[in-house]
């Protein structure tokens, strides 16, 4: 009967350290991604401070053609960004999305005259044909 009791004791034992351990592993990791998820964030926004400088130096230097080319170059860039969301059914319900996705759309309708980088043109027709 003892010696039940000291297996029960083992198996409860490693069950019970198995099981702190998979929740503080849980817990490392997710803290681990959410980090990388952060500043992976944070760079997108040092990335946007460089366009945004960048940008309004053009427009105080009054080069206009050259801003609104760029202007269309990030918009092809973001709209081309997005055609991986166009594909999933599971995801391509977001409001905000899809509202960007039809102002860019209407924007090149109004002013068709950019031509869009050959190496992103699929992915950005792609886009721009979801805007309904």
């Not at 991604?33 to 926004?45: A, C, F, H, K």
């Not at 039809?102 to 190496?119: E, F, L, M, T, W």
Request: net charge positive.
């Amino acid at each position: 009967m003892i010696r039940c009791v000291k297996w029960f004791a083992v198996i409860v034992s490693v069950v019970l350290i198995f099981y702190i351990g998979m929740l503080v592993g849980s817990y490392n990791a997710s803290n681990k991604i959410n980090r990388l998820v952060e500043n992976s964030l944070y760079g997108l926004d040092a990335t946007q401070i460089k366009i945004q400088t960048g940008l309004l130096e053009l427009l105080k230097a009054g080069d206009y053609d050259t801003a609104q080319n760029k202007l269309e170059r990030y918009l092809d860039v973001s709209l081309s960004d997005l055609a991986p969301y166009v594909d999933r059914s599971d995801l391509n319900n977001n409001k905000e999305i899809n509202d960007a996705i039809i102002a860019a759309k209407k924007y090149r309708q109004q002013y068709p005259g950019h031509k869009i980088n050959p190496v992103m043109k699929k992915e950005v027709n792609k886009t721009l044909e979801f805007a309904k």
